[in-house]
């Protein structure tokens, strides 16, 4: 059994950092893979359940992130210490949302987990950190 916690999550001002942490208890054994996602608002407010993919990492350390992030966020995972890191750079009001690490044992492509439908392949969630970008 896995277990995610979130943390890090809050309020910041457009183009301004934050950093997110995923604590990761259990045992991811030998083949894994990490990943980001976020729920939005406006999602939300329609009742649309998709998690969008925001970023993935596995055990060999390939990454891959969505459209939407890539070249403003990060994502880590520091192994010794178990813990999945996010860095978000230059955010801006679309990027408020919820954000939820996940994980998936087995080998799964980084990129595959982020597809439209990848979310409903992860094993393990953590309960989300809300994110708040005002303009």
């Known amino acids: 059994q896995v277990q995610l916690m979130e943390s890090g999550g809050g309020s910041a001002q457009a183009g301004e950092s934050l950093k997110l942490s995923c604590g990761i208890s259990?045992?991811?054994?030998?083949?894994?893979?990490l990943a980001w996602f976020r729920h939005g608002p406006a999602e939300r407010r329609v009742g649309v359940a998709r998690r969008e993919g925001v970023a993935a990492i596995d055990n060999d350390g390939t990454t891959a992130y969505g459209n939407s992030v890539k070249g403003r966020f990060t994502i880590s995972h520091d192994v010794a210490k178990n813990i999945l890191l996010l860095e978000m750079t230059n955010l801006q009001p679309n990027d408020t949302a919820i954000y939820y690490c996940?994980?998936?044992?087995?080998?799964?492509?980084?990129?595959?987990?982020?597809?439209?439908?990848?979310?409903?392949?992860?094993?393990?969630w953590g309960k989300g950190t809300l994110v708040t970008i005002s303009s």
């Open positions: 259990g045992n991811l054994y030998r083949d894994y893979t």
């Open positions: 996940a994980a998936v044992l087995g080998t799964v492509p980084p990129a595959g987990s982020l597809t439209p439908n990848g979310a409903s392949g992860m094993d393990y």
